[in-house]
């Protein structure tokens, strides 16, 4: 009995494999080799002033300063004691990531 359960199984499985590759190759046989995808002009990225405030409540999980409209919030301050008052949470930043020479991260800008 378990060898006509696996006989069966067995047959279902190279079955669908089958079935699949000659999806792929009916896939892949019916697109155009002269069309090819571009990179799309880049968009301004913005995030809301909510979300500033989300990052300076995280600033030492990410590990950077963080300079919110000319205001440098240091990485070493503790997030439950910093004013955030000034952001307006409707308004959209856009941020800035400098970098060092080795690529790291050092300063998180948003203007």
Avoid at 47 to 58: D, I, T
Avoid at 81 to 107: A, C, E, H, K
């Amino acid at each position: 009995m378990a060898f006509m359960v696996s006989l069966s199984l067995s047959f279902y499985l190279f079955t669908t494999t089958g079935e699949t590759i000659q999806k792929s190759y009916q896939m892949n046989s019916n697109t155009d080799n002269n069309i090819h995808s571009t990179l799309k002009d880049p968009i301004v990225y913005s995030v809301s002033g909510a979300e500033v405030r989300q990052s300076l409540y995280q600033i030492r999980e990410i590990g950077v300063d963080i300079e919110v409209n000319g205001i440098l919030y240091s990485k070493s301050l503790d997030p439950t004691v910093l004013n955030v008052s000034s952001i307006n949470l409707n308004q959209y930043f856009t941020p800035t990531y400098i970098r060092d020479s080795t690529g790291l991260l050092t300063l998180l800008q948003f203007n």
